[in-house]
T-cell receptor, first 111, second 115 residues
């Protein structure tokens, strides 16, 4: 079964607004990763947060991790139309040898 | 660098036909993966190879076989295609640092239709 579950499934916002996506997972992890997928393309890595980290920033992206709640959030600030994509969280399997993905959040940013 | 290259980009098969999806990476990564993506299901892991010479089943291995030909190449074979295998297939590669997986690098996918 899938390890991570994103919420919401779909999100529509206006340019300039912030977008927040959440991810919950089931078992302990080494790290949690977020990916973006533009329509018809492969996934692109955005950010990795280790289990001993609570927050990480990369440009307009902010990721938080709460291991006690087994949850993570991805915040995109000042959204742009180019941020329109699907976003996935992923955690390692129990052996730490493969990534298991959630079903993703589809973000639409309109101008 | 090309990164991860998948061939073919598109393929249409009839039920019962066989085919092999090819994947090659030029980043000297140890680990390679095959995922399938279906609408509303996200990515599901089919098979993976944590290192050259090893392969392991993922979440949905039934109906597939894999071969880790060398460190660069990891192929996925459908022996007898079924309509349920209509999907987009992604290959990815990675390495391990400090006992945890580094970010995956993905190819652009193979869009397979089985009629």
């Amino acid at each position: 079964s899938q390890q991570g579950e994103e919420d919401p499934q779909a999100l529509s916002i206006q340019e300039g607004e912030n977008a927040t996506m959440n991810c919950s997972y089931k078992t302990s992890i080494n790290n949690l990763q977020w990916y973006r997928q533009n329509s018809g393309r492969g996934l692109v890595h955005l950010i990795l947060i280790r289990s001993n980290e609570r927050e990480k920033h990369s440009g307009r992206l902010r990721v938080t991790l709460d291991t006690s709640k087994k949850s993570s959030s991805l915040l995109i600030t000042a959204s742009r139309a180019a941020d329109t994509a699907s976003y996935f969280c992923a955690t390692d399997n129990q052996a730490g040898t493969a990534l298991i993905f959630g079903k993703g959040t589809t973000l639409s940013v309109s101008s | 660098n090309a990164g991860v290259t998948q061939t073919p980009k598109f393929q249409v098969l009839k039920t019962g036909q066989s085919m092999t999806l090819q994947c090659a990476q030029d980043m000297n990564h140890n680990s390679m993966y095959w995922y399938r993506q279906d609408p509303g299901m996200g990515l599901r892991l089919i098979y993976y190879s944590a290192s050259e010479g090893t392969t392991d089943k993922g979440e949905v291995p039934n109906g597939y076989n894999v071969s880790r030909l060398n460190k660069r190449e990891f192929s996925l074979r459908l022996e007898s295609a079924a309509p349920s295998q209509t999907s987009v297939y992604f290959c990815a590669s990675s390495t391990q640092t400090q006992g945890a997986l580094a970010p995956l690098h993905f190819g652009n996918g193979t869009r397979l239709t089985v009629t």
